[in-house]
Protein backbone atom coordinates (compact mmCIF):
# COMPACT_ATOMS: atom_id res chain seq x y z
CA UNK A 1 0.00 0.00 0.00
CA UNK A 2 1.17 3.51 -0.78
CA UNK A 3 2.20 6.28 1.75
CA UNK A 4 -0.75 8.20 2.49
CA UNK A 5 1.31 10.85 3.87
CA UNK A 6 2.25 13.95 1.80
CA UNK A 7 5.34 13.85 -0.43
CA UNK A 8 7.45 16.45 -2.31
CA UNK A 9 8.07 15.04 -5.33
CA UNK A 10 5.67 16.78 -7.92
CA UNK A 11 2.01 14.94 -9.07
CA UNK A 12 -0.07 15.27 -11.79
CA UNK A 13 -2.95 18.41 -11.75
CA UNK A 14 -5.18 16.24 -12.34
CA UNK A 15 -4.50 13.82 -9.38
CA UNK A 16 -3.66 16.67 -7.21
CA UNK A 17 -6.69 17.95 -7.86
CA UNK A 18 -8.39 14.35 -6.78
CA UNK A 19 -6.20 13.72 -3.72
CA UNK A 20 -6.91 17.37 -2.34
CA UNK A 21 -11.04 16.83 -2.96
CA UNK A 22 -12.07 19.28 -4.94
CA UNK A 23 -13.22 16.65 -7.50
CA UNK A 24 -14.40 13.52 -6.95
CA UNK A 25 -13.12 11.68 -10.04
CA UNK A 26 -10.12 12.52 -11.80
CA UNK A 27 -12.49 12.59 -14.52
CA UNK A 28 -14.02 15.37 -13.23
CA UNK A 29 -10.72 16.90 -13.13
CA UNK A 30 -9.35 16.43 -16.75
CA UNK A 31 -12.41 18.09 -17.80
CA UNK A 32 -12.61 20.99 -15.65
CA UNK A 33 -8.73 21.62 -16.71
CA UNK A 34 -9.68 21.03 -20.26
CA UNK A 35 -12.67 23.53 -19.74
CA UNK A 36 -9.89 26.22 -18.87
CA UNK A 37 -11.28 26.17 -15.23
CA UNK A 38 -8.52 25.80 -13.47
CA UNK A 39 -4.97 27.82 -13.41
CA UNK A 40 -1.96 27.28 -12.43
CA UNK A 41 0.31 30.70 -11.14
CA UNK A 42 -2.42 32.26 -13.56
CA UNK A 43 -1.84 30.59 -16.28
CA UNK A 44 -4.07 28.33 -18.28
CA UNK A 45 -2.84 24.41 -17.25
CA UNK A 46 -2.89 20.97 -18.62
CA UNK A 47 -3.84 17.91 -16.54
CA UNK A 48 -0.60 16.48 -16.86
CA UNK A 49 0.96 20.04 -15.47
CA UNK A 50 3.05 19.05 -12.33
CA UNK A 51 1.94 20.77 -8.81
CA UNK A 52 4.83 21.67 -6.78
CA UNK A 53 4.46 23.26 -3.34
CA UNK A 54 4.29 26.66 -3.38
CA UNK A 55 1.95 26.95 -6.35
CA UNK A 56 -1.27 28.84 -6.75
CA UNK A 57 -4.36 27.58 -8.45
CA UNK A 58 -7.04 29.47 -8.80
CA UNK A 59 -10.44 27.10 -9.59
CA UNK A 60 -13.61 28.22 -11.24
CA UNK A 61 -16.70 26.21 -10.68
CA UNK A 62 -20.06 27.46 -12.48
CA UNK A 63 -22.30 29.60 -10.23
CA UNK A 64 -19.86 29.92 -7.63
CA UNK A 65 -16.93 32.50 -7.27
CA UNK A 66 -13.50 31.74 -8.19
CA UNK A 67 -11.30 29.47 -5.44
CA UNK A 68 -7.59 30.71 -5.04
CA UNK A 69 -5.12 28.25 -3.30
CA UNK A 70 -1.52 27.58 -2.31
CA UNK A 71 -0.42 24.39 -2.97
CA UNK A 72 0.97 23.54 0.69
CA UNK A 73 1.99 19.45 0.17
CA UNK A 74 1.53 16.69 -2.58
CA UNK A 75 -0.17 13.45 -2.66
CA UNK A 76 -0.44 10.66 -4.85
CA UNK A 77 -3.29 8.88 -2.93
CA UNK A 78 -6.94 10.23 -1.95
CA UNK A 79 -7.25 10.33 1.70
CA UNK A 80 -9.10 11.35 4.61
CA UNK A 81 -11.09 14.78 4.22
CA UNK A 82 -8.59 16.37 7.29
CA UNK A 83 -5.75 15.26 5.38
CA UNK A 84 -6.79 16.31 2.02
CA UNK A 85 -7.42 19.95 3.33
CA UNK A 86 -3.71 19.95 4.44
CA UNK A 87 -2.41 19.71 0.88
CA UNK A 88 -3.32 23.46 0.33
CA UNK A 89 -4.41 26.99 2.24
CA UNK A 90 -7.03 29.17 0.58
CA UNK A 91 -6.08 33.01 0.60
CA UNK A 92 -7.71 35.56 2.49
CA UNK A 93 -9.17 37.54 -0.78
CA UNK A 94 -11.11 34.15 -1.76
CA UNK A 95 -12.19 33.52 1.56
CA UNK A 96 -13.62 36.96 1.55
CA UNK A 97 -14.84 36.57 -1.52
CA UNK A 98 -16.86 33.11 -1.44
CA UNK A 99 -18.62 34.49 1.85
CA UNK A 100 -19.48 37.93 0.26
CA UNK A 101 -21.03 35.49 -2.37
CA UNK A 102 -23.03 33.27 0.37
CA UNK A 103 -24.28 36.52 2.34
CA UNK A 104 -25.74 37.66 -0.90
CA UNK A 105 -27.46 34.28 -1.85
CA UNK A 106 -28.37 33.96 1.60
CA UNK A 107 -29.93 37.54 1.62
CA UNK A 108 -31.65 37.28 -1.92
CA UNK A 109 -35.61 36.61 -2.10
CA UNK A 110 -37.15 33.45 -1.76
CA UNK A 111 -38.76 32.31 -5.33
CA UNK A 112 -41.99 31.45 -4.01
CA UNK A 113 -42.37 35.30 -2.96
CA UNK A 114 -41.96 36.39 -6.45
CA UNK A 115 -44.77 34.71 -7.39
CA UNK A 116 -47.92 37.40 -7.09
CA UNK A 117 -50.92 35.08 -7.88
CA UNK A 118 -50.85 31.17 -6.60
CA UNK A 119 -52.06 28.85 -9.01
CA UNK A 120 -54.50 29.90 -11.59
CA UNK A 121 -58.25 29.25 -11.21
CA UNK A 122 -60.44 27.45 -13.26
CA UNK A 123 -62.00 31.19 -14.62
CA UNK A 124 -58.09 31.97 -15.52
CA UNK A 125 -57.63 28.81 -17.00
CA UNK A 126 -60.31 29.53 -19.09
CA UNK A 127 -59.44 33.10 -20.88
CA UNK A 128 -55.93 31.30 -21.28
CA UNK A 129 -57.28 28.46 -23.19
CA UNK A 130 -60.06 31.39 -24.88
CA UNK A 131 -56.94 33.22 -25.56
CA UNK A 132 -54.81 30.43 -27.94
CA UNK A 133 -58.63 29.43 -29.82
CA UNK A 134 -58.84 32.76 -30.95
CA UNK A 135 -55.43 34.06 -31.13
CA UNK A 136 -54.98 35.40 -35.15
CA UNK A 137 -51.93 33.65 -36.92
CA UNK A 138 -50.30 34.06 -40.07
CA UNK A 139 -50.64 30.71 -41.36
CA UNK A 140 -54.63 30.62 -41.06
Keep these: MRDPQP ?12 AARFFKTRAL ?13 GQAAKASRE ?14 PP ?6 GVSHVRGPAPVAQQLYEETAASLATREAAR ?26 SDWNRWSASVDD
Excluded at 104 to 127: F, L, M, S, V
Design 7 to 18: SVQPVRLDKWLW
Design 29 to 41: AVEAIGKNRVEVN
Design 51 to 64: VRVGDELTIREPGF
Design 67 to 72: RTVAVR
Design 103 to 128: EARRQGTEPAQTIEHGRPTKRDRRQL
